[in-house]
């Protein structure tokens, strides 16, 4: 047998040396080294600039545009915003000044906007009071049904004051919820046509009984009108129907309450059976 030949080792050669493993952690220090000073000089660039740009006079606030105030002055937003003239619009935080006007119990909705070179412009939205809730205090309750604030002495009294419920009225959030809030709701938005025939401005009283469901105080004399739960539309086209009939029969006479809870058997008390209790109610 031929004897075998050596085979040669095919390795191949290194074409270049590595560099040396602490050359490689001397370049990427370096790289690190100039990336966190590249950094540090565009933040001080950016940190000078910010302060030329607030310092300087051209962007004083030379205008401040208050919109959509009522109640409120346009002094007392301003204060709220914790803006004056002359201020640097620049160095003005918008989102911050939004905040703030929120906090104020009159305001729902707020938007700030800055005009370059010198204006501020600010909208508000004012809650609009619908009652005076009585829960042993008395608060404001707006159109969305939310109770915003407690009752001062400069808010208006020229609203229905709501009694009968009560702080299990309001749920975890504490929002007012329920079976009778709802009705009440449902007689104030009526209420809010001023050419209606109970309008909001007529009603000094309105008393919730959980069981029995409303009842009405209104128009100059207080009379009663019993509403019950439910159907407020009918009954109230209804009341109109019979308050038309009254002013056509003058020998009718003044009542006292207006039984609307039942349709189909309402009953009117005239004052004089209301104050003597001799007679019966007519039924209508």
Same mark, same amino acid.
């Given at each position: 047998m031929a004897p075998k030949k050596n085979r040669?080792?095919?390795?191949?050669?290194?074409?270049?040396?590595?560099?040396?493993?602490?050359?490689?952690?001397?370049?990427?220090?370096?790289?690190?080294?100039?990336?966190?000073?590249?950094?540090?000089?565009?933040s001080t660039v950016l940190v000078l600039g910010y302060d030329i740009f607030t310092q300087t006079g051209y962007f004083n606030a030379k205008c401040?545009?208050?919109?959509?105030?009522?109640?409120?002055?346009?002094?007392?937003?301003?204060?709220?915003?914790?803006?004056?003239?002359?201020?640097?619009?620049l160095a003005v935080n918008l989102g911050l000044t939004r905040k703030k006007?929120?906090?104020?119990?009159?305001?729902?909705e707020a938007q700030v906007i800055r005009q370059i070179p010198d204006t501020i412009?600010?909208?508000?939205?004012?809650?609009?009071?619908?009652?005076?809730?009585?829960?042993?205090r008395k608060y404001l309750l707006n159109i969305n049904g939310e109770i915003f604030k407690r009752v001062c002495p400069d808010d208006p009294v020229n609203l229905p004051v709501? *009694? /009968? &419920?009560? #702080?299990?009225?309001?749920?975890?959030?504490?929002? $007012? *919820? /329920? &079976?009778? #809030?709802?009705?009440?709701?449902?007689?104030?938005? $009526?209420?809010?046509?001023?050419?209606?025939?109970?309008?909001?401005?007529?009603?000094?009283?309105?008393?919730?009984?959980?069981?029995?469901?409303?009842?009405?105080?209104?128009?100059?004399k207080n009379k009663i009108i019993k509403l019950g739960y439910n159907n407020?539309?009918?009954?109230?086209?209804?009341?109109?129907?019979?308050?038309i009939y009254f002013n056509q029969k003058p020998d009718f006479g003044e009542y006292h309450s207006i039984d609307l809870v039942n349709l189909n058997r309402i009953v009117v008390t005239p004052v004089a059976v209301e104050a003597s209790t001799i007679g019966k109610p007519k039924e209508v």
């Open positions: 040669k080792n095919h390795y191949r050669k290194n074409k270049g040396k590595k560099p040396a493993r602490g050359r490689i952690y001397l370049i990427q220090g370096i790289k690190i080294s100039i990336g966190i000073f590249c950094l540090l000089l565009f401040l545009n208050v919109s959509g105030f009522s109640r409120l002055t346009r002094h007392e937003v301003l204060k709220q915003a914790g803006l004056q003239k002359g201020v640097n619009i006007l929120l906090a104020h119990p009159w305001i729902i412009k600010i909208s508000i939205k004012e809650n609009e009071p619908l009652a005076i809730l009585d829960l042993g709501v *009694s /009968g &419920l009560g #702080f299990v009225d309001l749920t975890v959030n504490g929002q $007012l *919820s /329920g &079976l009778s #809030f709802k009705a009440i709701m449902d007689v104030l938005k $009526l209420g809010q046509n001023d050419q209606g025939v109970l309008p909001n401005r007529l009603i000094s009283h309105i008393k919730v009984d959980h069981q029995m469901g409303l009842t009405i105080f209104a128009f100059e407020y539309k009918d009954k109230y086209q209804k009341l109109q129907h019979l308050l």
